[in-house]
């Protein structure tokens, strides 16, 4: 009798969670207080294996998005899901990885989102000058938890795929950029670095929980610096010893 009880509940467990993963997506979200700015459309599938078609936030249409939900986390008390997200998005945003949620609170990991750098500028200010930037984002999360106002604990890295920008002076070659980041109780470190044959430059910043930053940079001319922003380098301090111009910034965010 004692062995039949533990049995008879993990059965019971099982069933329960097998019924409710495979009720229909739609009616769960029926029931689900979403918040007002949050438009989910052409939904489909169930609550474990489901996609909705269009997915908008305050207008902007993100495209359609599948999940795959995995049951056995909700016996250690997490909800977490496979994900891929992004088609027909206005933004051209794609991504894919793992979310979740435990007691700790959202949390991801593996997660890649990936659109155009021409996209991400439209949200920026406007430069002062004409320059056009090419080539794609790329934000890898290796692992995440969330926490206000920016993260609990987190490490990761953003690349900045491109061959060059584009000035009314000249084009300068850049190449790859990198940045790796981490994160530890909402204090975020950023090293960043670039090479090629026109330049190579690198950064560090940190940002902390009161939105206050703090960044020193500096960049090398390389053997293949155009000749038209040689030019502008005498309106420069002098370089290093190792030639490299430095600078520092701080401030804080908006």
Known sequence: MKKVIPLSLALFMVFLISAVVHVPAQVVLNYLPLPSQLGLSGVSGSLWDGRAAGVKWQENNFGAINWQLAPLKFLTGKVEAQVRFG????????????????????????????????????????????????????????????????????????????????????ELALGPVVANFACQNSEITLNAEQRSQHVSSAADVVLSPNRTYQASAWFKPGSNFPQAFSEQLRWLPEPDGQGRYQFTYQGRLN
């Open 87 to 170: 088609r027909g998005s206005d933004m051209q945003i794609t991504g894919r990885g793992t979310v979740g949620m435990s007691t700790l609170g959202p949390y991801a990991y593996n997660l890649i989102v990936s659109l155009p750098v021409a996209k991400v500028l439209e949200a920026a200010p406007p430069l002062p000058i004409p320059v056009e930037f090419t080539g794609q984002v790329e934000l890898s999360i290796k692992s995440m938890i969330y926490d206000a106002p920016y993260c609990q604990s987190g490490t990761g890295s953003l690349v900045w795929n491109t061959d060059k920008i584009i000035t009314p002076l000249d």
